[in-house]
Antibody, heavy 122, light 109 residues
Framework: QVQLQESGPGLVKPSQTLSLTCTVSGGSISSTGHYWSWIRQHPGKGLEWIGYIYYTGNTYYHPSLRSRVTISVDTSKNHFSLTLSSVTAADTAVFYCARAREVGTTRTIDYWGQGTLVTVSS | QSALTQPASVSGSPGQSITISCTGT?????????VSWYQQHPGKAPKLMIY???NRPSGVSDRFSGSKSGNTASLTISGLQADDEADYYCSSYTSSIYYVFGSGTKVIV
């Protein structure tokens, strides 16, 4: 059973960079057909896909966030990371890391971390 | 690309069946058989309930079923139980944003 766990600061100052790491256990981050994702949920709101990375380092980002987002992967540590630059209060959200499974005729996000709340405030 | 459209809330009595709709466009729901549904209890992470329109992951009750017609996907919960009370989100894979989510539906039992 794959498990994902987010870690990182819960409070970030405006204009600074948000950084989170997701550690994967119970499976290899280098497995074929799995894309390692970041998704956020603003307080009381819906879900927003941020982007994902394949173990080869190929990245795919939401167009609206592309200029501020970087997702990286460290296969030796079985973890991947998110940085979001120039944050504002509008970036306050619960951030989830998750696994997208894209194999054959399947496209879905099947495993999620528990989520971590990041608040942007001075 | 806008979020997929879902009703804000759907209610039903225990034992009844309810259906949640998820309306997209020809660029997402209408073009792909890659619609998923998630259940989210307060303070918890989303849980995958249906993938690829109508497939259930192992361990998910067969009371949950999915379908799609044109640009609209649907999730049906039959034999409604108290623990089904939660928020439900649909999602569609797209060629541009990769994954777009619905606005969410609160199910009230």
């Amino acid at each position: 059973q794959v498990q994902l766990q987010e870690s990182g600061p819960g409070l970030v100052k405006p204009s600074q960079t948000l950084s989170l790491t997701c550690t994967v256990s119970g499976g290899s981050i280098s497995s074929t057909g799995h894309y390692w994702s970041w998704i956020r949920q603003h307080p009381g709101k819906g879900l927003e896909w941020i982007g994902y990375i394949y173990y080869t380092g190929n990245t795919y980002y939401h167009p609206s966030l592309r200029s501020r987002v970087t997702i990286s992967v460290d296969t030796s540590k079985n973890h991947f990371s998110l940085t979001l630059s120039s944050v504002t209060a509008a970036d306050t959200a619960v951030f989830y890391c998750a696994r997208a499974r894209e194999v054959g005729t399947t496209r879905t996000i099947d495993y999620w971390g528990q989520g971590t709340l990041v608040t942007v405030s001075s | 690309q806008s979020a997929l459209t879902q009703p804000a809330s759907v209610s039903g009595s225990p034992g009844q069946s309810i259906t949640i709709s998820c309306t997209g466009t020809s660029s997402d729901v209408g073009s792909y058989t890659y619609v998923s549904w998630y259940q989210q209890h307060p303070g918890k992470a989303p849980k995958l309930m249906i993938y690829d329109v109508s497939n259930r992951p192992s361990g998910v009750s067969d009371r949950f079923s999915g379908s799609k017609s044109g640009n609209t996907a649907s999730l049906t919960i039959s034999g409604l139980q108290a623990d089904d009370e939660a928020d439900y989100y649909c999602s569609s894979y797209t060629s541009s944003i990769y994954y777009v989510f619905g606005s969410g539906t609160k199910v009230i039992v």
